[in-house]
């Protein structure tokens, strides 16, 4: 799924009436209305840097005078003292979206050099890394866009864009066979064209899916590594695969050797650290 502009400004807006209301009074009250001035984002610690690009957004939302000058782009390696971007105008827009900014920002950074880390261990093999819905309610764009920066991939977006059946769906549907054939039936009433993943938490179920067919990719939960080398095998290529269920830093490696198409790791956006950075008034 891609991100329009329109997205972005609306979370911008959002989050600015969250901080903002009727105004920065803390600003209005301390800074004169037409002092100007210079700040720089300071980084303070190593890693992937993300939410440049969005930061320009919130620097000209709040006041579209201000001027951005970019040093360091998304994606790029940060390490600490590094400046990542100078915005001059208006002291009272620049502390008014400040907090702003930095909050996007280091979450944003964190996500980003984790999955990067995440992507290079994956190197040598096919496999690619995945995020999942385990997200910030409400942040999900930009920790999915954080996510894609660091050179990983995007699952679904949400529950709108993908059909995945998951455990509770077979459960409830009373089956394997039961969920698929429901899904594919809905998919076809409905006149829709969405892709249909499903979860299997063991070989047998596997087996039913194989013999049903009509899913872009099988996810294999919880599963042991001699039960993914069973699973492949029997799979024989027929279908991507995912591997899924407390996939951490320590074995995502051993999981892609396996030959696995995909890891996906909510760890990526549930467990990560936000990056140190600061916005410092330049004298």
Wanted: some cysteine; charged content about 30%.
């Amino acid at each position: 799924m891609e991100i329009s502009e329109k997205e972005l400004r609306d979370f911008i807006k959002n989050a600015l009436h969250e901080d903002v209301r009727d105004g920065d009074h803390t600003s209005a009250s301390t800074i004169p209305a037409n002092a100007t001035g210079k700040a720089k984002l300071l980084v303070k610690d190593d890693g992937i840097i993300a939410g440049v690009e969005l930061a320009q957004l919130i620097f000209d939302e709040v006041d579209s005078d201000l001027k951005v000058e970019i040093l360091i782009n998304d994606g790029e390696e940060i390490k600490k003292g590094d400046i990542v971007l100078y915005v001059s105008g208006r002291d009272r827009s620049i502390l008014t979206a400040e907090r702003l900014v930095l909050n996007c920002m280091q979450r944003m950074s964190g996500i980003a050099t984790v999955t990067h880390d995440m992507v290079d261990k994956l190197k040598g093999t096919r496999c690619k890394v995945l995020d999942t819905r385990k997200t910030t309610p409400g942040f999900r764009l930009l920790e999915k866009w954080a996510v894609k920066i660091g050179g990983g991939v995007n699952h679904r977006f949400g529950l709108f864009d993908m059909i995945l059946i998951k455990d509770n769906h077979v459960d409830y549907a009373g089956g394997v066979k039961n969920a698929l054939f429901a899904a594919q039936k809905y998919l076809k009433d409905k006149n829709l064209e969405l892709p249909i993943e499903i979860e299997v938490r063991n070989l047998d179920e596997l087996a039913e899916v194989l013999e049903i067919g009509g899913v872009i990719r099988i996810m294999l939960d919880n599963f042991s590594f001699d039960n993914i080398s069973a699973a492949l095998k029997m799979i024989d290529g027929r279908f991507p695969v995912e591997a899924s269920g407390g996939i951490n830093p320590d074995t995502i490696r051993q999981y892609a050797e396996t030959g696995v198409d995909y890891v996906s790791m909510g760890y990526l956006t549930h467990s990560v650290k936000s990056l140190d950075l600061s916005l410092k008034a330049v004298k």
